[in-house]
């Protein structure tokens, strides 16, 4: 148990300036000087295609609708994924779902801090990459360079994971990334399945 001009200066050499007539130029016109260009189209070559509900599908979870889950898979080609699973039913629902095949996913728990009769409840987002070592290996290889894809979707999350077994997203390891991710005034509960709190008095101190 994933979010990048030149001035134009004089230069000093041998005593004398770098200018026109000089040396090559001005420094906009020296090699690699200049605003860098971002190559769009090359660049979603390398992506992968994500699911066209995916990003509905995430702005429901993160705006606190009944969904607090979402999964997704690989087609038989590793160069698309689907939505395969969301639900209501919280952290144990969504390790339920996780097999032999590489996933991605995201779900959503509860900062709760209970004080002096007051409590709040804050949302918390975190981001799975499920790589299951069963998996083929070069399938496992290419899955790294597809998550600033997803996390450009998958926004917000306060915390990622990258597990190998669905036994490595525990609740308690879970609790101290997440205090260790939050500020100075930290919760003293999380809960991961709807109405069952864990415990973060151990976590205080980060």
């Not at 101290?176 to 930290?186: D, E, I, P, Y």
Request: net charge negative; proline share 6%; glycine share 14%.
């Amino acid at each position: 148990p994933t979010s990048n001009m030149a001035g134009v200066g004089p230069g000093a050499q041998g005593g004398g300036i770098i200018g026109a007539g000089a040396g090559g130029g001005l420094g906009l016109n020296a090699p690699g000087a200049g605003p860098k260009v971002r190559h769009f189209a090359a660049a979603s070559t390398k992506g992968v295609q994500l699911p066209p509900d995916l990003e509905a599908v995430w702005e429901d979870i993160i705006s606190g609708k009944d969904m607090n889950w979402v999964m997704m898979q690989y087609d038989d080609a590793g160069k698309a994924l689907s939505v395969t699973a969301t639900g209501e039913g919280g952290l144990s629902e969504f390790k339920a779902h996780l097999d032999e095949s590489l996933a991605w996913g995201g779900f959503r728990c509860t900062a709760v801090d209970d004080r002096q009769n007051t409590t709040s409840r804050r949302p918390k987002f975190v981001f799975v990459q499920y790589m299951p070592s069963t998996a083929p290996a070069m399938r496992r290889a290419k899955m790294g360079s597809h998550k600033g894809t997803l996390k450009a979707v998958m926004h917000s999350a306060h915390l990622d994971m990258m597990v190998e077994t669905p036994d490595e997203l525990t609740e308690t390891d879970l609790v101290a990334r997440l205090q260790a991710a939050t500020g100075a005034h930290k919760p003293n509960g999380y809960e991961f399945d709807p109405g069952v709190t864990t415990s973060a008095e151990g976590f205080l101190n980060g």
